[in-house]
């Protein structure tokens, strides 16, 4: 079993940052990719940014100049969110994919969402 905990969503003003953070645990053999979607209400889930084991990133391009993913291990990925925006409003989600021996498959697997609130 694979849990992804998400935690720093919250309230903010326009124009201010966050920073959100999310840990994964449970029977983890290796992960390869951890990274954030979000869904806003009415919305598709989108993706925001995702960052591999080796450090490559990929953003959203509402995501680029604003939004900085880091890892500081194996198992922990952040979110630092500048310059944000109402259109920012979404339930963010932390994602990963994760294989659990060695050999076997990677499987994806989803944080139970936190809300981030920008007011204008």
């Known amino acids: 079993q694979v849990q992804l905990v998400e935690y720093g969503g919250g309230l903010v003003q326009a124009g201010e940052s966050l920073r959100l953070s999310c840990a994964a645990s449970g029977s983890i053999f290796s992960i390869n990719t951890m990274g954030w979607y979000r869904q806003a209400p009415g919305e598709r889930r989108e993706l925001v940014a995702t960052?591999?084991?080796?450090?490559?990133t990929n953003y959203a391009d509402f995501a680029k100049g604003r939004f900085t993913i880091s890892r500081d291990n194996a198992k922990n990925v952040y979110l630092e969110m500048n310059s944000m925006k109402s259109e920012d409003t979404a339930v963010y989600y932390c994602?990963?994919?994760?294989?659990?021996?060695?050999?076997?498959?990677?499987?994806?697997?989803w944080g139970q969402g936190t809300q981030v609130t920008v007011s204008s």
């Open positions: 994602y990963a994919i994760v294989s659990l021996s060695l050999g076997s498959n990677y499987y994806q697997y």
């Open positions: 960052m591999t084991s080796d450090a490559s």
